[in-house]
């Protein structure tokens, strides 16, 4: 069930159900994205009405942080708890090396998501980890063509916000993948 607050719709979910939810994205015939707004996100989204209209369009929109947990108690509209989206990342890895799908890693500086993956497939061997690119990147065409022959199931964009909710919800159909998880900073993470 969605909540809304301060204009944004988001899913009253705990991290199993949020991941559970996100591996039957993954594993279905559409396409749709993840979102997981901090409040720093919940306010660019009170200022721009597309920026709006692109998070609640979202398959899954997760309460990173616990400033949103915290007004969405105030405002009387409570949410289970937050599902910060490394969490959820995290979660998600290691459900997709167990079924056998297919992760791409795009954004960060050059050499971020090469390193981010191969600490990722340390820790899942299993993981099929088909492909990655860096997040700086004049011309998006080449990207998309690199995510659809890798025949990627599940994208993490890694490019700050509001940038990656936009590019998820512009070219994420063309793809071909079943679901992206726009995800900030968490590359730089998983590469440290
Ligand atoms: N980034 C990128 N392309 C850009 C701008 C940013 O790949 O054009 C990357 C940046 O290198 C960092 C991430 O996006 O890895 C943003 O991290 P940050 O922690 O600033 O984002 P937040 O989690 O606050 O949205």
Request: negative net charge.
């Amino acid at each position: 069930m969605r909540k809304e607050i301060m204009g944004v719709t988001f899913d009253d979910v705990t991290l199993e159900e949020a991941v559970a939810a996100g591996e039957a994205l993954a594993a279905g015939p559409g396409f749709s994205y993840v979102v997981t707004p901090n409040p720093e996100i919940v306010a660019m989204a009170r200022q721009t009405e597309t920026y709006r209209e692109i998070l609640n369009g979202a398959g899954l929109v997760l309460p990173d942080g616990i400033g949103v947990v915290h007004a969405a108690k105030i405002l009387g509209t409570p949410l289970k708890g937050r599902v910060p989206g490394i969490d959820f990342a995290s979660a998600l890895v290691e459900r997709l090396a167990r079924s056998g799908l297919r992760l791409f890693l795009l954004g960060a500086k050059p050499g971020v998501a090469e390193q981010a993956g191969e600490n990722l497939k340390k820790r899942y061997p299993d993981l099929l980890l088909c492909g990655t690119h860096d997040g700086y990147f004049q011309t998006d065409g080449p990207v998309v063509d690199q995510i659809r022959a890798a025949r990627a199931d599940v994208v993490f964009v890694c490019l700050g916000a509001p940038k990656q909710e936009r590019w998820m919800a512009q070219y994420g159909p063309e793809t071909g993948a079943h679901l992206m998880v726009g995800l900030g900073g968490v590359l730089d993470v998983y590469a440290g």
